[in-house]
C-alpha cells in the first residue's frame, strides 16, 4: 500500500488581529489561480445595468447587490433582448470560449437563468481551455 | 444497581451523546450546502457553498487531504480561504500537492466558520474532484435547457371576468346583440405569446400571437405566426473593447494591475451612463390572419431595426427598482396588397420594496406603443394605425414561490389585418410564480 504522505508547513491559514480584536483571515494571498470567468460575468452585466455595481479593483471584486450571483438575470433586470448584448460582452472579455458561448446561445440567453448558474457554464468551459 | 435502572445516568450519557453530535466531530453540518474541488494546470481548488452569509474573517482550513477508493489518503497544502466576489455564501480554498490519479475526493475541515452570524466548530466537507470537464459542460447544460425559457415562450394572459365593455361601440354591440337589454356580460380576452428557438440557429425563432376579446371594443382580432430573424450588435465596441483589455492579464503577470481595475471599473461606469447599449435588427416572414376566421391569410415581410437600452437604476425612497425600454426606430411590413412603414418603443419599470413593513411590495409597468403607417391602402384605408397597450401591476402579499396582487392593462388602438377600434381596460387580481423573473 503506498504510504501517506504528510505536508509540513502552514496548514492554518495565518491570522491577524484586527481594530476590533478579532482575528482575521489575510483575504486572497493565495497563489494566483486561473480565472474563473466571475469578474468578467459580473462586469459584462454591469456595463449593461446600472442597477448592479463592480468594483473590480477590491479584493475579492465587490458587487452591489452583493449577492449578485444568487440572483437571476431577470431580477437585476437584465431582459430577453439585452442577454444576446451580454453574450456579445462577454466574447469580448473571454474571448478563448466565445466559441462555447455562441454554440450554447439557445440554453443561455433565458433572463431566468440564475447567474451563478451561468457563471459555473464559463468557468467550466475556461477550465477546458486550460487543458 | 443495574446502569438500565438509574435514569440520572442514562440522561448524562444522553446529554454528552448530544454534545458530541453539536460538536460535530469534524462530520459533515447542515451549513454546508455544496463542496467542489477543481484540478487543473493552474487551478487546484476547493469551492464550498454554505447555506447562509459566511464570514471569510472566520474561516481557517485545518486540514485538507484527497481520499482514495481504498482509503488511501494523500495531505494536500492548504491555503487560506479566499471570499468570492458576489457570492457571499461562498469560499475558496486553494491548495498545493497533486492529488493521485486514483483519487476522487478532497476532504476539507475548516476549524471555524461563521454562518449567517453562527459560529461553528470543525466544519469539515467532502469535495468531488472534477477532472472531466467535457462531462461536466455537458451536465450544465442539460441543467441549464430545463430552466425557464425566455420569458416570452411563457408569456400568456388570459382572463375572464364579469363585466361591461369599456367603449361606446362595444356597448352598442353588445346592447344590438341583446335586443337592447342593458345587461352584465360575462366577458373575456385573451393574449397569447409563443416564442420558440430554433433548435440549429440562435438567431432563428417562431411565433404565435394571439390578441381576442370577446366583444367589439375589446377584440383586435390579431393573429400571427412567422419566423423571425434577429441580430444584436453591441454599441460602443471602443470603450468595451479597452475594457477586456484592462481586464486580461498581461503575459509576463498571472494577476491584472490594480490601475488596469481601477481603469476597468470607471470604463464600466462610463458605459452605464449610457443610454443605449446595442443595436437590434429583425427580419422575418409571417402570416397575418383576422383571429375571427372571417378573411383570409395575408403572407408579409417584417424588418425592424431597434436601439435597446441599458438598464437604468431608479431610486425611489426604500423602494429600489429598475428601468429599461427598446426603441423600434423604423421597421416594414410588405405583403403583395400591403405597405406598411412602423415605429413605436417597449418599456419596462419594476420596483420592490425593500423594507418587509411596506403595503405594496413590488409595482410592475410595462408598456408597448407602435404606430403603422398603411402606405397602401387596406380595407380602402390609409394614414397612421397606432395601439398602444399598458400593463401595470402591484403585488401586496409574496411568499418565497407565489406572489398575489391587482393588475390593470389598458388597449386601445387598432391592429391589422382588421382595425377594429379597441378600446378596453381589464382589471383583476393576478397570482404570480416567482420563479426566474423575481
Known amino acids: 500500500m503506498k504510504k501517506t504522505r504528510k505536508t509540513k508547513g502552514t496548514d492554518r491559514a495565518p491570522a491577524r488581529t484586527g481594530t476590533d480584536g478579532k482575528k482575521h483571515v489575510e483575504p486572497a494571498r493565495g497563489r494566483p489561480q486561473a480565472r474563473d ?3 468578467e460575468l459580473a462586469v459584462s452585466i454591469a456595463s449593461l445595468c446600472q442597477a448592479v455595481r463592480v468594483d473590480a479593483s477590491a479584493v475579492p471584486f465587490q458587487t452591489d447587490p452583493a449577492d449578485l450571483f444568487d440572483r437571476t438575470f431577470a431580477g437585476v433586470g437584465i431582459g430577453d433582448e439585452q442577454m444576446s448584448l451580454l453574450r456579445e460582452q462577454l466574447k469580448l472579455l473571454l474571448p478563448e470560449i466565445a466559441p462555447e458561448l455562441d454554440e450554447n446561445a439557445r440554453v443561455l440567453d433565458q433572463p431566468g437563468h440564475r447567474i451563478e448558474a451561468y457563471g459555473a457554464f464559463i468557468r467550466v468551459a475556461l477550465l477546458l481551455k486550460l487543458r | 444497581m443495574t446502569t438500565s435502572g438509574n435514569p440520572r445516568l442514562w440522561s448524562l450519557l444522553c446529554l454528552l451523546a448530544l454534545l458530541m453530535c453539536l460538536r460535530g466531530h469534524g462530520q459533515p453540518i447542515g451549513v454546508l450546502q455544496r463542496a467542489e474541488a477543481i484540478l487543473a494546470p493552474g487551478a487546484s481548488y476547493v469551492d464550498l457553498t454554505f447555506t447562509g452569509l459566511v464570514g471569510v ?35 475558496r480554498v486553494s491548495f498545493s500537492g497533486k492529488p493521485p490519479a486514483g483519487h476522487s475526493k478532497i476532504r476539507l475541515c475548516l476549524g471555524a466558520v461563521e454562518v449567517a452570524g453562527t459560529s461553528y466548530m470543525d466544519v469539515c466537507a467532502e469535495a ?8 461536466e459542460l455537458t451536465s450544465l447544460k442539460a441543467s441549464l435547457g430545463v430552466l425557464p425559457r425566455l420569458q416570452r415562450e411563457k408569456s400568456m394572459f388570459a382572463s375572464l371576468f364579469l363585466g361591461q365593455t369599456g367603449s361606446r361601440a362595444g356597448r352598442q354591440a353588445h346592447d344590438a346583440s341583446t335586443s337592447g337589454v342593458h345587461t352584465a356580460a360575462i366577458v373575456g380576452a385573451a393574449d397569447v405569446s409563443f416564442v420558440r428557438s430554433d433548435l ?4 432563428l425563432t417562431y411565433f404565435l400571437r394571439l390578441k381576442r376579446g370577446s366583444t367589439s371594443g375589446m377584440d383586435p382580432r390579431n393573429l400571427e405566426a412567422g419566423a423571425s430573424w434577429r441580430r444584436s450588435v453591441l454599441m460602443h465596441r471602443r470603450e468595451r473593447s479597452r475594457l477586456a483589455a484592462m481586464l486580461a492579464a498581461p503575459a509576463d503577470s498571472p494577476r491584472v494591475s490594480p490601475q488596469a481595475l481601477r481603469e476597468a471599473a470607471a470604463l464600466t461606469a462610463g458605459l452605464q451612463r449610457k443610454w443605449f447599449a446595442g443595436h437590434i435588427v429583425e427580419a422575418g416572414v409571417k402570416l397575418e390572419g383576422d383571429a375571427a376566421g372571417e378573411k383570409q391569410w395575408l403572407g408579409l415581410l417584417d424588418a425592424g431595426w431597434s436601439l435597446q437600452s441599458t438598464t437604468r437604476r431608479v431610486s425611489l425612497p426604500g423602494a429600489p427598482g429598475w428601468f429599461r425600454f427598446r426603441w423600434m426606430a423604423g421597421g416594414v411590413e410588405a405583403g403583395r396588397e400591403q405597405a406598411r412603414v412602423k415605429a413605436g418603443a417597449d418599456a419596462s419599470l419594476l420596483v420592490q ?4 413593513t411596506a403595503p405594496i411590495r413590488r409595482l410592475e409597468f410595462h408598456a408597448q406603443t407602435v404606430g403603422r403607417w398603411l402606405i397602401r391602402a387596406e380595407r380602402k384605408e390609409r394614414g397612421v394605425r397606432p395601439w398602444l397597450q399598458l400593463d401595470a401591476k402591484a403585488f401586496f402579499f409574496e411568499s ?28 383583476g387580481f393576478v397570482v404570480e410564480s416567482t420563479g426566474g423573473d423575481e
Open chain 1, 37 to 39: 470567468g466571475a469578474l
Open chain 2, 57 to 91: 474573517a472566520s474561516a481557517s482550513p485545518i486540514s485538507m487531504h484527497s481520499l482514495g477508493e481504498d482509503g488511501e489518503v494523500f495531505d494536500l497544502r492548504a491555503e487560506p480561504a479566499q471570499a468570492l466576489g458576489g457570492r457571499p455564501r461562498m469560499l
Open chain 2, 128 to 135: 468531488r474532484i472534477l477532472r472531466d470537464f467535457d462531462g
Open chain 2, 200 to 203: 440549429g440557429s440562435k438567431d
Open chain 2, 353 to 356: 420594496a425593500s423594507g418587509s
Open chain 2, 400 to 427: 418565497p414561490r407565489i406572489r398575489y396582487g391587482v393588475r390593470l392593462s389598458v388597449q386601445r388602438g387598432r391592429l391589422p389585418p382588421v382595425y377594429l377600434a379597441v378600446h378596453s381596460i381589464q382589471f
